[in-house]
T-cell receptor, first 111, second 115 residues
């Protein structure tokens, strides 16, 4: 069945460091791909998305490119801030309104 | 303000004592869903509803019930809670299938502990 695999965390970085969180997927066809972010004590919220191969989603300085050949959707940010500390979830749209989520990656940014 | 509201936010209960977690959204969304979040497992879908009076099982429905009598409300019912249902629960909503863009709107979560 469809699935999403994320790199295990926690990922701990210093402020202004470069961030990469890896995400790969297994799915039939070409699903839409998403990154959601969960700040402490809150629900998830959509960070960015890409609906077809080679699309790049971007928001708040974060970027991710839909790579069909490697079935990947890695999240990157050039310079992280303490306020980026959160849990990041990669997800794919399986069918209908259903999303399949990865296990989540905790990001901790130190000042 | 557009939001999904869950209650209670925190609950400690005992095995076998029926409980209901309410969920309400004010965005006139057709689609609503319940997820549970467990460490290392991410979010897993419990039940979902495409519209009023239309509900279906997600990936982990055992031990749960839902109803969708009104468009805005989608309560999650645990008839006889057990310790393995200790988890963080999220309600989410979105536009209907025809307009769906992939964005789910989540509540703030309900942390349930079953002793």
């Amino acid at each position: 069945g469809d699935s999403v695999t994320q790199m295990e965390g926690p990922v701990t970085l210093s402020e202004e460091a470069f961030l990469t969180i890896n995400c790969t997927y297994t799915a039939t066809g070409y699903p839409s791909l998403f990154w959601y972010v969960q700040y402490p004590g809150e629900g998830l919220q959509l960070l960015l998305k890409a609906t077809k191969a080679d699309d790049k989603g971007s928001n708040k300085g974060f970027e991710a490119t839909y790579r069909k050949e490697t079935t990947s959707f890695h999240l990157e940010k050039g310079s992280v801030q303490v306020s980026d500390s959160a849990v990041y979830f990669c997800a794919l749209r399986r069918y209908g309104n259903k999303l399949v989520f990865g296990a989540g990656t905790i990001l901790r940014v130190k000042s | 303000e557009a939001q999904v509201t869950q209650n209670p936010r925190y609950l400690i209960t005992v095995t076998g004592k029926k409980l209901t977690v309410t969920c309400s959204q004010n965005m006139n969304h057709e689609y609503m869903s319940w997820y549970r979040q467990d460490p290392g497992l991410g979010l897993r879908q419990i039940y979902y509803s495409m519209n009023v009076e239309v509900t279906d099982k997600g990936d982990v429905p055992e031990g749960y019930k839902v109803s969708r009598k009104e468009k805005r409300n989608f309560p999650l019912i645990l008839e006889s809670p057990s310790p393995n249902q200790t988890s963080l629960y999220f309600c989410a909503s979105s536009l209907g299938l025809a307009e769906y863009t992939g964005e789910l709107f989540f509540g703030e979560g309900s942390r349930l502990t079953v002793l």
